[in-house]
């Protein structure tokens, strides 16, 4: 892909040109790509490793989910067959840290993390932020407890 993957665009050597419009349409796009896989395919793919070094990016900034290394098939109305957990701190749902089971529920969360790393421009765990936003989910939380959710937004959208 000619822009390389979305890591570089929220944390690398062309951070902050990405403006919302863009963003979103990245978000949607691997949401497109994850129906795809869950629902529209032959079979159920769980990719198991969804984030932001696993977008792809072209010239026209849409946004393409890769590095399928990780991922799972199994048949429609099936559990998938896995017994260890894969995939990367911050990003790994609960119930797949506890049973290992990865499926699209699993997924999904890893989406919602992947969602509030796109929107934040932060990493979902950032061992170098203060103590209290060191888990993105947890510092979001504390925004809209306080009545600020605008700032958990990337500094790089304002206005």
Avoid at 100 to 115: I, P, R, Y
Wanted: hydrophobic fraction near 40%; include cysteine; glycine fraction near 8%.
């Amino acid at each position: 892909m000619p822009n390389g993957n979305l890591d570089r665009f929220l944390y690398g050597q062309t951070k902050g040109t990405l403006n919302w419009m863009q963003r979103f349409k990245i978000i949607k796009d691997v949401a497109s790509s994850l129906f795809y896989l869950h629902q529209q395919w032959v079979h159920v793919i769980s990719h198991r490793d969804i984030k932001a070094s696993n977008v792809l990016v072209d010239n026209e900034f849409n946004g393409r989910l890769g590095d399928f290394g990780l991922a799972k098939l199994c048949d429609h109305g099936t559990d998938p067959l896995t017994s260890h957990v894969a995939g990367t701190l911050g990003y790994i749902a609960p119930e797949l840290a506890r049973n290992g089971k990865a499926s699209t529920s699993t997924d999904l969360f890893a989406f919602g993390a992947f969602m509030l790393e796109v929107v934040c421009g932060r990493r979902p765990v950032d061992p170098r932020a203060f103590p209290e936003e060191v888990i993105l989910v947890d510092w979001v939380f504390k925004c809209l407890e306080r009545g600020n959710i605008l700032e958990a937004i990337d500094r790089e959208l304002v206005g």
